[in-house]
């Protein structure tokens, strides 16, 4: 796991790369990634502050952290936009959109459409100049990232939730959000040719009392129904409540053929373009 400096060590040496046609990803933690192309960086959905621990601490729901912040926020200044797919605060967290703003004023904040006021109130006023608010199908270029929202089921298909398909370069990530399968969900992004799909697997279990995802066998499944060409799994290994192993993603990517990589949070994939 690589964290504060040594993260932003290999980052950096990443970043400098400005010629060579090669995407780097991070996991920073729960579906959090870092992407960089040519120098370029994008933010999607990240959470790195403890507010959800410190909001459930005295309550019947803790959520105790497995794994440790990767990286503060503040050190981010050199990214040039942020995606928040949906309002949950692992995906929209003040303590970390805050810091990474003040960092970088020049970064932007890709949301849905229908969030726009609920994450104004989150964030304050002041952060609608940064909003690139898409509703489903609408597009936009923002600091060379190209982005078009697609739709996203967090346990149920709404305005609210969303996942992006980023295009950089020669490079096509899809982004779910917090989703489960819903019917057209594949014939809908198929056609996009991800290169690389992030997707959750924590799955759904009633007694967690939270919205559920993807499990493992569906993340994998997913993606080779996509025909993404490397899938790599999130949303699981932050909090003791909800979580789950990798390894029924890892046997079901085995069984059907598709290439999946396990991440550790801090960890870099980098993909060549296909030729």
Same mark, same amino acid.
């Given at each position: 796991?690589?964290?504060?400096? &040594?993260?932003?060590?290999?980052?950096? *040496?990443?970043?400098?790369? +400005?010629?060579?046609?090669?995407?780097?990803?991070?996991? $920073?933690? !729960?579906?959090?990634?870092?992407?960089?192309?040519?120098? !370029?960086?994008?933010?999607? %959905?990240?959470?790195?502050?403890?507010?959800?621990?410190?909001?459930?601490?005295?309550?019947?729901?803790?959520?105790?952290?497995?794994?440790?912040?990767?990286? %503060?926020?503040?050190?981010?200044?050199?990214?040039?936009?942020?995606?928040?797919?949906? #309002?949950?605060?692992?995906?929209?967290?003040?303590?970390?959109?805050?810091?990474?703003?003040?960092?970088?004023? !020049?970064?932007? $904040?890709?949301?849905?459409?229908? #969030?726009?006021?609920?994450?104004?109130? =989150?964030?304050?006023?002041?952060?609608?100049?940064?909003?690139?608010?898409?509703?489903?199908?609408?597009?936009?270029?923002?600091?060379?990232?190209?982005?078009?929202?697609? /739709?996203?089921?967090?346990?149920?298909?709404?305005?609210?939730?969303?996942?992006?398909?980023?295009?950089?370069?020669?490079?096509?990530?899809?982004?779910?959000?917090? +989703?489960?399968?819903?019917?057209?969900?594949?014939?809908?992004? =198929?056609?996009?040719?991800? %290169? $690389?799909?992030?997707?959750?697997? #924590?799955?759904?279990? /009633?007694?967690?009392?939270?919205?559920?995802? $993807?499990?493992?066998?569906? &993340? &994998? +499944?997913?993606?080779? %129904?996509?025909?993404?060409?490397?899938?790599?799994?999130?949303?699981?290994?932050?909090?003791?409540? #909800?979580?789950?192993?990798?390894?029924?993603?890892?046997?079901?990517?085995? =069984?059907?053929?598709?290439?999946?990589?396990?991440?550790? *949070?801090?960890?870099?994939?980098?993909?060549?373009?296909?030729?």
């Amino acid at each position: 796991m690589l964290k504060d400096d &040594a993260l932003l060590a290999d980052v950096a *040496a990443a970043r400098a790369e +400005t010629t060579a046609e090669r995407l780097h990803v991070w996991w $920073l933690g !729960q579906s959090g990634f870092l992407a960089c192309y040519r120098g !370029q960086c994008l933010l999607l %959905d990240p959470y790195l502050s403890d507010a959800l621990t410190k909001k459930y601490a005295a309550t019947d729901k803790p959520h105790v952290r497995l794994t440790e912040r990767v990286v %503060d926020p503040a050190r981010l200044g050199f990214v040039s936009v942020v995606t928040s797919s949906h #309002n949950h605060t692992d995906h929209l967290d003040a303590e970390t959109l805050g810091p990474i703003f003040a960092a970088a004023p !020049q970064a932007k $904040l890709v949301l849905p459409k229908a #969030n726009v006021d609920f994450v104004t109130q =989150r964030l304050g006023v002041a952060a609608r100049e940064k909003f690139i608010a898409l509703a489903e199908g609408e597009r936009a270029t923002v600091g060379g990232f190209s982005f078009e929202t697609v /739709p996203a089921a967090h346990e149920k298909l709404a305005p609210e939730y969303a996942g992006f398909v980023v295009t950089v370069g020669p490079f096509r990530i899809y982004h779910s959000g917090d +989703t489960v399968r819903f019917p057209g969900m594949a014939e809908r992004l =198929r056609p996009l040719s991800v %290169d $690389l799909a992030l997707l959750p697997i #924590n799955g759904r279990a /009633p007694e967690r009392r939270v919205s559920g995802n $993807l499990d493992g066998v569906e &993340a &994998a +499944t997913l993606a080779r %129904d996509i025909g993404a060409r490397c899938v790599v799994p999130c949303h699981y290994e932050l909090f003791e409540f #909800n979580t789950a192993s990798p390894a029924r993603f890892v046997a079901e990517c085995a =069984r059907l053929g598709q290439h999946g990589v396990v991440l550790r *949070a801090g960890e870099r994939l980098s993909l060549d373009p296909v030729r």
